[in-house]
């Protein structure tokens, strides 16, 4: 397990960018793979993204290609997500999570560690 805590949810206008950040504690980091899901009111906890290990290609939901990336820094133990062009069904609370071995395609399930969460609101 890898405790996590992300930050860098705000309020903005549809439109807008924000970038998620989540800091990691493992001094294995880099053996992770490393995910966003994100949970609007009311509605299920949803996959976003996922950086996987060994060179896979990044998993996107299609609701969020062409606007957002995944990125990991393993130096700084911190995994980012850039979101551009931010539409008000993007709102929702964000977490992040990681695991050593993930499936394909990405499952809640999948991932033991994850965040508290961090709040986007596009408006």
């Known amino acids: 397990h890898v405790q996590l805590v992300e930050s860098g949810g705000d309020s903005v206008q549809a439109g807008g960018s924000l970038r998620l950040s989540c800091e990691g504690s493992?001094?294995?980091?880099?053996?992770?793979?490393l995910a966003w899901f994100r949970q609007a009111p009311g509605k299920e906890r949803e996959v976003v993204a996922v950086l996987y290990t060994g060179g896979i290609n990044p998993y996107y939901t299609n609701a969020v290609k062409g606007r957002f990336t995944i990125s990991r820094d393993d130096d700084k133990r911190t995994f980012y997500l850039q979101m551009n062009s931010l539409k008000p069904e993007d709102s929702g609370m964000y977490y992040c999570a990681a695991n050593r071995v993930v499936g394909y395609p990405p499952g809640e399930a999948d991932f033991k560690s994850w965040g508290p969460g961090t709040q986007v609101t596009v408006s």
């Open positions: 493992s001094y294995t980091f880099n053996s992770f793979s």
